[in-house]
């Protein structure tokens, strides 16, 4: 499940830097120096939407935000239930439904 995840977390950079052309490169230090499941919890804990997720919801892209990641299904386990709902809140919060 873990490598899964850090494909699925670095799958969400390339793919932003690719079609939304956004380089997340805060992000990817984060993940570089973290990891993905801390990087995650650790954007999941701030006080507010990151700068990145603000970014992809500018170019309609909240698809490749690290909350879109957490609410799947297969990445539950990884997660607690207070920390999807954060998720789940976020993405409601700017309109995109799951």
């Known amino acids: 499940m873990d490598v899964e995840f850090n494909e699925a ?34 954007l999941l804990h701030a006080p507010a939407v990151s700068d990145g997720f603000a970014a992809l919801w500018e170019r309609g892209r909240l698809d490749l935000t690290v909350e879109a990641l957490v609410v799947q299904p297969r990445f539950a386990d990884l997660f607690t239930p207070a920390e999807i709902e954060i998720a789940h809140h976020r993405l409601g919060q700017f309109g995109y439904h799951c």
């Open 9 to 42: 977390m670095r799958s969400v950079y390339d793919r932003a830097r690719a079609e939304a052309n956004y380089h997340a490169t805060y992000f990817l230090s984060m993940l570089a120096e973290h990891g993905s499941l801390a990087t995650a919890r650790k």
